[in-house]
């Protein structure tokens, strides 16, 4: 298991959310592993986060962003938190094969924070 | 790991909604794989996809098809991505024992799709 | 694996969602079991329950209870089992290191159940 801090690659930054592509930082901790094919599963340590596996295209966070105020209202109490049990579990499994991470052409594993958070930090755990 | 296609077995065809029960191949392929207990973590290939563990009957899914068309209206650009987004991490992963999925009785593991796949694939990595 | 049923600790009774706090049975089952580091996988056996990750503080789960009733009306049919969607998969993983489980200082892991349950149950798989 490896624990890291994320060097910022921002994949978007809007006023109520941060998305933050950490595609490259789990490839090389999957390459450093040596391990050939099972599941990556990576996840946020900051409270009010999730990972997802998305397109990186600055257009659709802000569609989600619009989707998520509409669905809760940017001054509703607790709204992060409401955010994070609505969108789900916190982490997301990525399958790897022959030591590559099983992404689509387009797909990046990305760290979403509803908070702008001061030091983003995520947990990569390699099975199989 | 194991990667196939899914032979068609459609639990649902909806004009925005397509399900697939995948169940029989993943316990097949688990069968084939001659283990015990661990976690089946099956995701789609697909990128507008995601793999759940529900009951199949045709009515809940048009009564899915319409919740999800009051929150996000058909003609919404990015609408199956921003559906993927609202609904979680893409897989679904089903612990299993004595070689045998832990489901319930009307419990199936089903590909959800948001554009009628040509060629609907997903993953299943068996790990324990 | 290891499948248990769950002594009632109940963070919150509303009308519609009845939410566990299983923290303290899964670190047990987890120190019990010897293992280091690696995946805990919770899941329940209920039909319509999930489990997550989130703070136990029962203001939340009443903000959460209105946030639902307002997406999915409490007379909708099948209401549950869309809720249950819409939530995403049905299971929280937790990564664990030095044989403790890897969540912040008010993380908790709750069995959240859309029906009043019985007898709740859920199973843990420890992986890695």
């Known amino acids: 298991m490896t624990s890291v801090e994320v060097p910022y690659s921002i994949a978007s930054a809007l006023p109520s959310l941060t998305v933050l592509d950490i ?11 040596g391990r050939e ?3 990556a599963y990576v996840s946020p340590l900051d409270d009010v986060a999730v990972v997802r596996v998305q397109e990186r295209e600055s257009g659709f966070f802000c569609d989600l962003e619009d989707l998520l105020t ?7 109490p607790e709204r992060e938190r409401l955010l994070c049990m609505l969108l789900g579990p916190r982490g997301e499994q990525i399958p790897f094969s022959r030591g590559e991470l099983c992404l689509g052409r387009w797909q990046r594993s990305l760290l979403v924070d509803f908070r702008p958070p001061d030091e983003p930090r995520w947990n990569l ?4």
């Open 23 to 33: 595609t490259n930082e789990v490839r090389r901790e999957l390459a450093g592993s």
């Open 37 to 39: 094919s099972g599941i």
């Open 70 to 76: 509409r669905l809760v209202a940017q001054e509703e």
């Open 125 to 128: 755990t390699l099975l199989g």
